[in-house]
């Protein structure tokens, strides 16, 4: 039995007693599978992520910016890295305020359209195909790092705390990094297995499991857009408060702040969870 709900932005999560793909893993249990780490990221990242997901982060981009803004306490011609910047949504806007902005990302794709929007807005970024794991910049060059809507933690953890060390080494002192992830705590009890977005007849569809032992979230991803059916697996790391605290302060960090949008202290509410690192 099948059962659909409107969330805010416009997805489906489908409840659904059907087992869907799912696999019977060694212990009998039926499990996603595993994912190697890292995954094939140009299979999530491209034009279909942007088809899907632009006109939902569209929604709440100028609610994002404000938010980082304070947060982070910006201020005009603060020198600023967005980390995984997408297709600049965060990046060209702050630059619009302002900031002088570097925008780093491993996709193509992204980086033409952000360059694009860049261009029509009139600012100046400048946009870096890069990897976060090995910036491409000299020690202390930024006065703010940025790491927006689940952009840290698609690596096995020796990688993933590379990029903190990377973020930690390019920032100035007294520089500040931001990582806004799901909470994980809050995320638990309304998981849903499986998502539908859809947009003008086109789906794509999310069956996601979570492993406690590993704090991985796994999804496999079925695209069907114009008549062809896409198929493809990707994992990231969740972490408790706690745990991305003690990863950043053995990183060299001074002290941690975890916090939700409004900046108030995180709870098992908060839908979101803000860590800022003071260097
Ligand atoms: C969930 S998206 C978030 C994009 C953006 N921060 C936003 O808020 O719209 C994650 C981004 O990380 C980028 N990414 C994935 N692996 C990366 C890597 N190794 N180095 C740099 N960027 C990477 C992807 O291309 C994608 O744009």
């Not at 694009?116 to 990897?131: E, F």
């Not at 520089?175 to 705590?185: K, M, P, Q, S, T």
């Not at 492993?211 to 990707?234: C, K, L, N, Q």
Request: hydrophobic share 40%.
């Amino acid at each position: 039995m099948t059962r659909t709900l409107p969330n805010r932005w416009g997805h489906l999560y489908v409840k659904s007693r059907s087992t869907f793909g799912l696999r019977r893993g060694p212990t009998g249990r039926r499990t996603l599978g595993s994912v190697s780490v890292p995954f094939d990221f140009d299979e999530v990242f491209d034009e279909d992520y942007l088809f899907f997901y632009e006109p939902l982060l569209a929604d709440v981009t100028e609610t994002d910016v404000d938010t980082i803004w304070r947060l982070l306490r910006l201020e005009p011609d603060m020198a600023i890295l967005d980390l995984g910047c997408g297709h600049g949504r965060i990046a060209n806007r702050l630059a619009e305020r302002g900031a002088r902005v570097t925008g780093l990302d491993a996709t193509a794709v992204f980086l033409d359209r952000a360059r694009r929007d860049a261009a029509s807005r009139g600012v100046d970024v400048d946009y870096v195909k890069g990897d976060m794991r090995r910036l491409p910049w000299t020690d202390e060059r930024f006065d703010r790092v940025l790491s927006w809507f689940t952009s840290f933690g698609y690596f096995d953890d020796q990688d993933n705390r590379r990029v903190l060390q990377e973020a930690h080494r390019v920032l100035r002192p007294a520089g500040r990094l931001l990582i806004e992830n799901n909470n994980l705590v809050e995320l638990l009890p309304r998981w849903q297995p499986a998502l539908v977005t859809e947009r003008d007849g086109h789906f794509a569809i999310d069956r996601s499991c979570f492993d406690p032992t590993t704090g991985r979230a796994t999804t496999e991803r079925v695209i069907i857009r114009d008549g062809r059916t896409r198929r493809f697996v990707f994992s990231v790391q969740m972490f408790v408060a706690a745990e991305l605290r003690n990863w950043l302060l053995d990183t060299g960090f001074t002290s941690v702040n975890l916090i939700d949008p409004n900046g108030d202290p995180l709870t098992v509410r908060s839908r979101r969870m803000i860590s800022i690192a003071y260097r």
